[in-house]
């Protein structure tokens, strides 16, 4: 049976960043960088991206990430390939203070579009409770309810449409 051509498909773009791994200039050997987690063996690592971690400011019960390095994911949503960067990790574990064994399921922009769509639900809700609008609010309201129905969080055209009245 002839092997399936792979397709080498572009990294989602991430605003910080950027589409490819980030050579870090650091000499980690390959050693330490299996060592470093447990889960880097069974993942597409980038070695020359591996920075050191500071793990006094991670949050583990056993075992610390004492490495960064851009990993390979593929996005649970819409399926295209990232890299969860290791400045990226460094900024998750160390300063936002993730669980360490956490890893990256969603690509940058679905993980923007979520973060929209959640303000945008609560938004929603806060101006459909409102007893009077004002005109800027009212039409707020329905650029939001519209947007949320063309994105199929609405699903009952007339539930929104008797709000915006
Ligand atoms: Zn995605």
Redesign the pocket.
Same mark, same amino acid.
């Given at each position: 049976m002839p092997k399936r051509k792979t397709i080498d498909r572009p990294y989602?773009k991430h605003p910080r960043y950027g589409d490819k791994p980030v050579p870090s200039g650091e000499k980690i050997s390959s050693e330490d960088l299996k060592r470093a987690h447990w889960r880097y063996n069974g993942l597409k690592i980038f070695p020359e991206t591996a920075i050191r971690a500071d793990v006094t400011k991670q949050n583990y019960a056993i075992y610390p990430r004492e490495v960064y390095v851009d990993i390979e994911e593929h %996005?649970r949503? %819409?399926g295209?390939p990232f890299i969860f960067f290791a400045r990226e990790q460094k900024y998750w574990f160390e300063v936002l203070g993730f669980w360490v064994d956490a890893h990256c399921t969603?690509?940058v922009?679905?993980r923007k579009k979520e973060h929209e769509i959640k303000w945008m639900q609560m938004r929603y809700q806060a101006l459909v409770a409102l007893e009077k609008r004002s005109i800027t609010e009212s039409k707020e309201l329905k650029a939001i309810a519209m947007e949320l129905y063309q994105l199929g969080y609405i699903r009952d055209a007339r539930k929104f449409s008797s709000n915006l009245k």
């Open positions: 989602v %996005c949503n %819409c295209r969603k690509c922009e679905c």
